[in-house]
């Protein structure tokens, strides 16, 4: 039986964010698009959108329609580290007046971050939840690389004249490493709330069974 027969609805649409990172990496590198009238910036700004609200979309369907896979786990964090991760690359270099290189390593050094606390969390049989601070920070993540992108090619707001895009792009990226490091911390403080929790408890249970094995040890023999 062919292997995509076990894919779900679900999956295919986290498979499709994953598809869109090298698309989005093209338009923004390539020089294929007419740049004076900012069709580049349009069309990556759409494909990071569309790719963006696929993480909503395949996750309301995996719980809608009972179809939250192993395989979906799998992919759906790491379609979201790479797609963060191929937009703040690319930005270094295609708007580094709004996108310095360091800004760039905070924020993805937060996702890599996460995931290792995430991947150990779950070896020692615990899940850390996303927090509200962590659905914020996708919401001034999607908003900030957007206005990074647009800022490369307007000045100003085109539906909006009078408003400037660089102080919006300045401050919205600076608000984003501010989060970053914010539910960086959020997530590192209750990584070690659980991890001690259950220190205690596996120490309760290794003193629990010395007792028990010393009790039996002392019952005399008859």
Known sequence: ??????????????????????????????????????????????????????????????????????????????????????????????????????????????????????SIAASEGFTIQASDLGKLKMFVQIFSVVAAIVDHHWAYVWWLPGIPVRPIAMVSIWVMVGLSLWSAADYFFAFWKRIDQTAVKRRRRRSFVLSRRRKRNDVPAT
């Open 1 to 118: 039986m062919p292997p995509w027969r076990f894919v779900n609805l679900p999956t295919y649409i986290t498979l499709t964010r994953i598809l869109s990172i090298p698309v989005l990496i093209w338009i923004l590198s390539s020089n294929r698009f007419n740049s004076a009238n900012g069709e580049r910036e349009l069309l990556a700004s759409f494909v990071f959108i569309a790719a963006s609200l696929t993480d909503a979309i395949d996750g309301y369907l995996a719980r809608r329609r009972a179809q939250v896979t192993t395989m979906g786990m799998l992919l759906d964090p790491v379609a979201d580290k790479l797609l963060i991760a191929a937009a703040f690359i690319t930005l270094v270099q295609f708007n580094p007046r709004i996108v310095p290189a360091w800004m760039a390593v905070i924020i993805i050094g937060r996702e890599f971050l996460v995931s290792g606390l995430r």
